[in-house]
């Protein structure tokens, strides 16, 4: 099972930039599907962005789309997550997941890292 491990959260005022990045473990890395996803306090963790294992294939929420970029370097087993003009709403921790199945990740059905706390102040 891979184990993720999330990093680059902080606090930026609104309308500034932040990239997060996920480090994955394990060899099954360049096949497995990456997502990322959000949680605010108080309310339910919803989907953020994710890719395929090949990275041809990609999904963004309505909300990010535009503003926010998923990548991922195979070599160095990592998937960012390109966050620009944020919003105040974009606060929550956001959390890494992998599965081999992007419709695994979609349902947020995959392995989770401990989570990056994101805070855009006003």
């Known amino acids: 099972q891979v184990q993720l491990v999330e990093s680059g959260g902080g606090l930026v005022q609104a309308g500034g930039s932040l990239r997060l990045s996920c480090l994955a473990s394990?060899?099954?890395?360049?096949?497995?599907?990456m997502g990322w996803f959000r949680q605010a306090p108080g309310k339910e963790r919803e989907f953020v962005a994710a890719?395929?294992?090949?990275?041809?294939?990609?999904y963004y929420a309505n909300s990010v789309k535009g503003r926010f970029t998923i990548s991922r370097d195979n070599a160095k087993n990592t998937v960012a997550l390109q966050m620009n003009s944020l919003k105040p709403e974009d606060t929550a921790v956001y959390y890494c997941?992998?599965?081999?199945?992007?419709?695994?990740?979609?349902?947020?059905?995959?392995?989770w890292g401990q989570g990056t706390q994101v805070t855009v102040s006003s």
């Open positions: 890719l395929s294992a090949s990275g041809s294939v990609i």
């Open positions: 394990g060899r099954t890395f360049n096949s497995a599907a």
């Open positions: 997941s992998a599965d081999s199945s992007i419709k695994i990740v979609l349902n947020a059905g995959g392995s």
